[in-house]
């Protein structure tokens, strides 16, 4: 079994990302030494100053039904009135000109 001679400097070598890293993008978990945000708790200005509004929840209106029963209609609809049939008369032919 033959050993490799330079593992110490081969150990000295290898580099963690966080390291090599100059943009200051990169990070690694076990070098990480920025603190993480924690969740704030406690109140705001904008919270301390808020003057909360009340209103009253409107009523739901209920429209009544104008259903008729029974019975048949006789008259005519205002679409029937305004879009009724008509009849399409086609032009009148002419004779072809003689020269």
């Not at 110490?8 to 993008?25: D, F, L, P, R, T």
């Not at 808020?50 to 739901?60: C, D, L, M, S, W």
């Amino acid at each position: 079994r033959a050993e490799c001679r330079h593992t110490e400097s081969a150990k000295a070598e290898v580099k963690c990302i966080c390291h090599i890293c100059e943009c200051g993008q990169h990070r690694c978990p076990v070098h990480d030494v920025s603190p993480r945000p924690t969740k704030f708790e406690g109140v705001t200005e904008a919270q301390a100053e808020y003057v909360r509004k009340q209103a009253a929840r409107a009523q739901r209106v209920k429209h009544v039904d104008r259903k008729l029963e029974s019975g048949q209609f006789y008259g005519e609809t205002e679409a029937n009135a305004a879009f009724k049939e008509y009849k399409v008369v086609p032009p009148a032919q002419r004779e072809p000109e003689k020269w």
